[in-house]
C-alpha cells in the first residue's frame, strides 16, 4: 500500500510538480492549495505524512500544523518556505515538525527525508510491540521464545534484541551502527565481529522457513527480507 501525503502549497504550478513528482515515487497524494482546504482535507482522510507551505491564504501553514497536531500529535509534518528566518524555523520546530526546507529545495532530497521520516515513525510504532509473527515464524520478544515451524528455542538477550531490530526494520535496510549503539552501547572491530557471530546465529535458527532471509547490506547493515 502506497504511503498517504497530504501537499498544502499555495503555488499551484509547483504544487501539481511536487505531487507528480512523489505520485511517479510511489505515494499517494492529496493537493490542496490554502490551509483551510487543507484542514478539511485532513480531517476527512487519513494520511501517513503531511507537507505543509508556511506563507498561504486562508490559514498558514503554522497554523494547520498546530490545529492537525490537536487531532493526531503523532503524524509527521515537513514545512516548504521561501523564508530562511531563524525565527520561522524555530517556531516550525517547537511546533512540532519532523522537517523544514527552504526554496529552492532538490526534490530528491526531500524524497529521502520522506522516506527518513516514514520509516522513524514505523519504527517508533514498533518499539511497543513484543510480538511478530513473520512468514512461518513466531516471535516472542518479551519471553525470548523463538518458532519456526514446529521448532522452538530460548534465545540469549543479544539474539533477543537483535533479532528483535530485525523485525522492526522488516524488509527495509537496518544499519549496522544502530544495532552496535542500541545493543553493544559502542561501536569498534570487536563489537563488530561480535554482532557478525549473531547474525550467524540468528540464520541458523530461522534457516528452516523459506520464507525470511537475513541478508547483508554492501556491508554497511542488514536486511532481514520476508519472501511471502
Given at each position: 500500500m502506497s504511503n498517504r501525503i497530504l501537499l498544502v502549497e499555495d503555488d499551484q504550478s509547483f504544487g501539481a510538480v511536487l505531487k507528480d513528482y512523489l505520485t511517479i515515487n510511489n505515494f499517494e497524494v492529496t493537493l490542496a492549495t490554502d490551509g483551510e482546504q487543507g484542514l478539511k482535507e485532513f480531517t476527512e482522510n487519513e494520511f501517513d505524512?503531511?507537507?505543509?507551505?508556511?506563507?498561504?491564504p486562508k490559514k498558514d501553514g503554522f497554523s494547520l500544523a498546530e490545529d492537525v497536531k490537536r487531532i493526531d500529535k503523532n503524524t509527521p509534518i515537513i514545512f516548504l518556505t521561501a523564508r530562511n528566518m531563524r525565527e520561522d524555523i524555530l517556531k516550525g520546530y517547537q511546533l512540532g515538525a519532523d522537517d523544514y526546507i527552504t526554496k529552492p529545495f532538490d526534490t530528491e532530497l526531500l524524497l529521502y527525508k520522506i522516506k527518513a521520516i516514514l520509516q522513524r515513525s514505523a519504527v517508533l510504532e514498533d518499539e511497543e510491540q513484543e510480538q511478530f509473527k513473520i512468514s512461518n515464524t513466531f516471535f516472542d520478544s518479551m519471553l525470548r521464545q523463538l518458532r519456526v515451524g514446529d521448532n522452538e528455542y530460548k534465545l540469549s538477550p543479544k539474539e533477543n534484541e537483535l533479532l528483535k531490530l530485525l523485525c522492526m526494520h522488516r524488509n527495509d535496510f537496518m544499519p549496522r551502527d544502530l544495532a552496535l549503539r542500541k545493543i553493544w552501547k559502542k561501536e569498534n572491530y570487536f563489537t563488530a565481529r561480535s554482532m557478525d557471530v549473531y547474525?550467524?546465529?540468528?540464520?541458523?535458527?530461522?534457516?528452516?522457513?523459506?520464507?525470511?532471509?537475513?541478508?547483508?547490506?554492501?556491508?554497511?547493515?542488514?536486511?532481514?527480507?520476508?519472501?511471502?
Open positions: 505524512i503531511c507537507i505543509f507551505d508556511v506563507m498561504m547474525i550467524a546465529k540468528l540464520r541458523k535458527l530461522l534457516k528452516d522457513d523459506e520464507g525470511l532471509e537475513i541478508i547483508n547490506v554492501h556491508g554497511e547493515g542488514f536486511r532481514l527480507l520476508v519472501k511471502n
